[in-house]
């Protein structure tokens, strides 16, 4: 079907695709060249909003003029042209900006939270803690009962998470993590964390765990390794795994993914936090928005329009 797009996110896996750093492209293809039409050449975007414009013959889905949102890569386009298993109507009454972020990082932090096996009262770090992914786990967790200790970088972010339910930790340096931790009631009982941001937070992040704690990884926003000392699996029995949404939708049955798919369309129903929207672009305006996105301190998307 061809989809007359909108909306588009840009979000953090939209720079390392154009920094030829995301993924399959990065690590089993070869690398998408930008710019000039040919072998190689590759549209960035994935995921948008926008209204079934043709059916091609024979093919069932939405009518013409549904809004949908799309998982396709390339939505950095007028149109995209995708099978209907790539596109899910949208409910009357959700923004095409709020739809165009619906099937990445609602769809994640769904699947985030069925791999956190922790109990009612148990506490949550996360790192990057003021991003839309973090402010949706945080939401669910604090539903299911869990204490989410989100670690951020500005007071102002602070107060909005601690609006959800957190108790946020800001600190200036990955050295002060460890100490902020300690300061919280029930301190050095960390369960699990998810981390989405590599390097030496995400390694202070790591040696905040209790024993035989988790720590998953999710996302490299510093650009810098984690570095894991032995001793803290060998006899700490911490376990490390990494969580990608491409590899984990593979996986998934056909009943499993649309009952996932109902649950996160309720979410969004239901006012899901972080599909805020900082700031809109046209399309054709996509330097400045990269720009801006790609600024610290964004409270929303920067989402490019038209
Ligand atoms: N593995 C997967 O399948 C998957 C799927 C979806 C998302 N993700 C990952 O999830 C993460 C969050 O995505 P999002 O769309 O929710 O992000 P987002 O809303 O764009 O927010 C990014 C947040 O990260 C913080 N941040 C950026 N660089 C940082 C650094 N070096 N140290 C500490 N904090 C930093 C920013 O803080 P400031 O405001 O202070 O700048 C901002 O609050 C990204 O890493 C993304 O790639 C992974």
Redesign the pocket.
Known sequence: MRVRLSAR?I???DL?FIQGSYGREAHFAPRPEMGTRGSGWAVAGFEGAGTVDALGSGTRGPAPGTMVAVAATGTWQEQVCVPSTSVIPIAPGVSAEAACQLT??PF?AHLLMRDIALDPGDTLLL??????????VIHLASKRGLRCLP????RG?ARALARLGAQPLTVSSADALAEAVRGTPGHGQVGMVLD??G?A?GDAALRCLRPAGRFLS??????HPLSIHPDDLVFRQVSVQ???????MEHLGEKELSSLTREVQDAVVCGLP?LEVAERHDLTDFGCALDR?M????E??VVLTG
Do not use: D, E, H, I
């Open positions: 996110p979000n953090p896996s390392l990445v990082n994640t790192t990057a803690g003021a991003s839309a992914v973090s402010r949706m670690v951020v970088r500005r972010q989405a941001v390097g937070l999710y996302g490299m926003l510093s650009g990494g969580f990608w949404l491409p590899a984990r972080g996105a600024r610290p301190g964004r929303g998307k």
